[in-house]
Every structure is written in structure tokens, then in C-alpha cells.
């Protein structure tokens, strides 16, 4: 079964960085694009970033280019989101996502706040 | 970007009818290796998206076939032809086509 968990939300000023996690288990994590998804609060989701099998490729949105670093470690089946110069629309719970031309398995979610 | 347009927004149905909801991509979704990377979800309160359906009109495993897509090019649809107490929630259909992938604004299916 393919399990998807987040981990490194909270509360932080704007400015400030947050780290990010997601460890897969149930599937060969090296062979899936990963990508993270958020939502923010009462609104609808919005594809933040993504990264090819090896991590050769990155992909960002608009909204995050230069702020946000996706990672993998393979040998961990660990994705990761590097968020620094948060901002107040930052604001959101973050997807992490099994990813082929969409997503097909996503995480619960970790809320992030920028406040 | 690709925009996706959903309608409507807002979805009242009474159990055990039919629904339907629409969505219209601003480019053509048919990808170079011939696929049309058009997916849909279902987003029940509290809970994670989940996939319903991909490449157009494929049922992902364990749902129900009363879930079904249809369409091509730039223009597609989702329907439920019963609805049940369980499909209350947001859709989202979401196009894999192009980068970045771009998501609908969601459609919120409720009984009246």
C-alpha cells in the first residue's frame, strides 16, 4: 500500500524558513516523479513543485521560483521542500504527491503558517 | 500556464439522480506521445484529494463505476450517474499535459 507522510509544518514569520518532509513507503520511490501540491485554507490546489526520478529535474511554480528547493534522497524514499523568504500566501496545507502526469497517491497534508 | 475551467462551481443533486461537471482547458491537451493527460478528483471534506479518474476515462482502482469521464482535445467531463451521500465534496479535474501542471478551481457537489 502506498503511503505518503509529511512532516515539518508549523507556525512561522514572514521571512522565516521552513524544511518540509515526506517519507514514501509501499512503492520504488526511485522510479516516481514526486511532487508537492498545497491548498490554502478554504481555497482549491495548487501544483507547487516537482522533481524528476533522480532529482536531475525541478519544476516550480511561478509563485515559488527562487523561494522553494524540492529535493530527494533515494536511498531514504525521503522528498523534501526547502521553503525560505516565506510569505503570508504561503499560507496553506502542503500535499506531498506520487506524481506521473499528475498525481495518483497524495500525502494527508502538513499545514504551514506564516504569520 | 494551461487555465482549466470548471462549471459549475456548484453542484446541489438530489440522491440517486445524475451529475455532471464540466471542464474546458485553454490549450489542447493531447500530448506529443499521443496521450491526453486529463485527470480528476475527489476531494471529500476533511480528507486528501484522491484520483478518480486519468488519461481522460480511466477508473483508478477501487472506484465505483458510477464514476465516468469523458471528452477530448479541450474539452471534458466528469459524471456520476447516482449520486450517493458519500460523493459530497470538491472536483477538481487537472491537466498533466503541460508544465506546469494547472488544476481547476473545483466544483462543490452537495445534497440537496
Known amino acids: 500500500e502506498v503511503q505518503l507522510l509529511e512532516s515539518g509544518g508549523g507556525l512561522e514569520q514572514p521571512g522565516g524558513s521552513l524544511r518540509l518532509s515526506c517519507a514514501a513507503t509501499?512503492?520504488?520511490?526511485?522510479?516516481?516523479?514526486m511532487s508537492w501540491v498545497r491548498q490554502a485554507p478554504g481555497k482549491g490546489l495548487e501544483w507547487v513543485s516537482g522533481i524528476s526520478t533522480r532529482g536531475d529535474n525541478t519544476y516550480y511554480a511561478d509563485s515559488v521560483k527562487g523561494r522553494f528547493t524540492i529535493s530527494r534522497d533515494n536511498s531514504k524514499n525521503t522528498l523534501s521542500l526547502q521553503m525560505n523568504s516565506l510569505r503570508v500566501e504561503d499560507t496553506a496545507v502542503y500535499y506531498c504527491?506520487?506524481?506521473?502526469?499528475?498525481?495518483?497517491?497524495w500525502g494527508q497534508g502538513t499545514l504551514v503558517t506564516v504569520s | 500556464d494551461v487555465v482549466m475551467t470548471q462549471s459549475p462551481l456548484s453542484l446541489p443533486v438530489t440522491l440517486g439522480q445524475p451529475a455532471s461537471i464540466s471542464c474546458k482547458s485553454s490549450?489542447?491537451?493531447?500530448?506529443?506521445?499521443?496521450?491526453?493527460?486529463l485527470n480528476w478528483f475527489q476531494q471529500r471534506p476533511g480528507q486528501s484529494p484522491r484520483r478518480l479518474i486519468y488519461k481522460v476515462s480511466n477508473r483508478d482502482s477501487g472506484v465505483p463505476d458510477r464514476f465516468s469521464g469523458s471528452g477530448s482535445g479541450t474539452d471534458f467531463t466528469l459524471k456520476i450517474s447516482r449520486v450517493e451521500a458519500e460523493d459530497v465534496g470538491v472536483y477538481y479535474c487537472m491537466q498533466g499535459t503541460h508544465w506546469p501542471g494547472t488544476f481547476g478551481q473545483g466544483t462543490k457537489v452537495e445534497i440537496k
Open positions: 504527491a506520487k506524481d506521473y502526469r499528475g498525481p495518483d497517491y
Open positions: 509501499g512503492f520504488t520511490f526511485s522510479s516516481y516523479g
Open positions: 490549450q489542447s491537451l493531447v500530448n506529443s506521445d499521443g496521450n491526453t493527460y
